[in-house]
């Protein structure tokens, strides 16, 4: 109770908020976590592994979660839309992993998606193309990326159908 406490002061709330968004975030993380088959790992541990990953390993794993995402999504009845990844899949896993800070501000369809860790550089190298895979994943392919001492960046204005089809035509015409 004391360490609640104490982190309530720090962050000047309530220690009924402290108890209740914890809640919140072991709630949210187990249903999750129910979806999929999972082990849960400590973040060393995570850290520890990508340290003995090169570049193109942690980019092959990276790859993996678009889909670990769509079939989670299946599960719980969400719609794998750009909307739902922010607030359901970005936001939750956030706060319940703590392998970043999240925020992303919405205004006419353009997007700026912001995510701290302070995990080290070798992990924000994994996070950016573990979120350049989900992005791409929501038909997402244009956006200016920002990276910055464990800062990542991401500024992006979501496309009308029409434009998806035609830039997907354009790279089926390409290859």
């Known amino acids: 109770m004391f360490k609640i406490k104490k982190n309530a002061e720090k962050k000047d709330l309530p220690v009924s908020s402290i108890i ?10 187990d ?12 973040q060393n541990f995570l850290r520890f592994n990508l340290m003995q990953m090169n570049e193109i390993d942690m980019e092959e794993l990276a790859k993996e979660a678009p889909k670990l995402i769509q079939k989670m999504f299946t599960f719980l009845g969400l719609e794998y839309i750009t909307k739902n990844v922010l607030e359901e899949f970005f936001s939750v896993i956030g706060k319940t992993w703590e392998w970043y800070e999240f925020s992303f ?40 990326e920002e990276v910055t001492e464990g800062v990542l960046v991401y500024v992006f204005k979501l496309q009308t159908k ?8 354009q790279t089926s015409i390409l290859e």
Do not use: H, M
């Open 105 to 144: 501000d919405e205004n006419n369809d353009r997007y700026r998606l912001v995510f701290e860790t302070k995990l080290g550089k070798k992990w924000a190298t994994f996070l950016g193309f573990f979120i350049k895979n989900i992005l791409n994943s929501l038909k997402i392919y244009s956006f200016d």
């Open 162 to 169: 029409t434009e998806i089809l035609f830039n997907e035509s």
């Open 31 to 42: 249903q999750q976590l129910k979806v999929l088959p999972s082990v849960t790992i400590t």
């Open 20 to 29: 209740v968004n914890s809640l919140y975030r072991t709630v949210a993380l």
